[in-house]
């Protein structure tokens, strides 16, 4: 017995370190957005206090009310939302087409038109900034919602991710199968292949509702109506303040302007895990 235990001992110390590191690391992530909760709950003199306070206040509910006064955060908020939203739906809808098509369909210039694609990854998007806006004027879609949406509703590494998702999870024979059966090109892809890659659909919707809820630059150079401004542009606003800055209140702002992010990912957060991780495995 004591063999067996020694012969253990190596593999239970490894698996015990490894733990012991995951929890160092989660800890080591989750703390910046804890003491962001913890500053927003005191006055604006915490965040400069040595060594940093730990302790939550009572001035949450107080900071979000000059939030409040200082600019119109659930408008902002609901812009947000509703860009994200439009936009990963249609990124979801026209990157599983194209993986779709790139993964089980032969047709001239297939491989020229996915190493195009996959060469806009290396164009800074910076280069594309001006000609979009170009775009946005000739169509005079300037300070519209059309001209953050439009632009971003295709993605190059959308559609290499469904492609190559698409390639190991579907088997040429279930489409065959579905062919056999009287399905339709459309109808095939909306009932057996779709639900087939839910978890890859969930992956690259959280990776692009996040990136869309967080672009500042895109937004600030097309939207001028305040009205029309996303969260990123109003939390802007905060900053500037002849007084001083008021950390307690720009904390509590940033907080609740965080708070969907994890909501959606807790929401998707079981495919989204199920979608990084059976690529690797699917045959």
Known sequence: MSKTFASRKPGYLLKTVSYLLLIAGALISIFP??????????????????????????QFFVNFRRVL??????????NSFFVSTVTTVLVLFFCTLA??????YDFPGKRVLF?????????PQQLSVLPNYVIMAKLKWIDTYQAIIVPGMVSAFGIFWMRQ????????????????????????????VVPLVLPALATLGIFTFMNVWNDFFWPLVVLKNAEHFTIQ????????????LDYGMIMSATFCA????LIVFLF???????GLTSGAIKS
Do not use: C
């Not at 993986?99 to 089980?104: D, N, S, V």
């Not at 109003?234 to 900053?239: I, W």
């Not at 998707?268 to 199920?274: A, D, K, L, N, T």
């Open 33 to 58: 957005f804890l003491w962001m909760f913890v500053i927003s709950t005191n006055d604006r003199s915490a965040v400069f206090r040595v060594p940093p306070t730990l302790a939550f206040g009572d």
């Open 69 to 78: 006064d200082r600019i119109e955060f659930f408008q902002a908020l609901f």
């Open 99 to 104: 993986g779709y098509a790139f993964a089980k």
């Open 115 to 123: 190493v195009f694609v996959l060469a806009t990854l290396f164009v």
């Open 165 to 192: 998702y698409i390639s190991s999870a579907i088997h040429k024979e279930l489409l065959e199968a579905a062919r056999i059966d009287g399905s339709g090109h459309f109808r095939t892809f909306r009932s057996v």
């Open 233 to 244: 542009i109003v939390l802007q606003q905060l900053f500037s303040n002849r007084d001083g």
């Open 258 to 261: 965080t708070l969907p992010l």
């Open 268 to 274: 998707f957060s079981r495919w989204f895990i199920s």
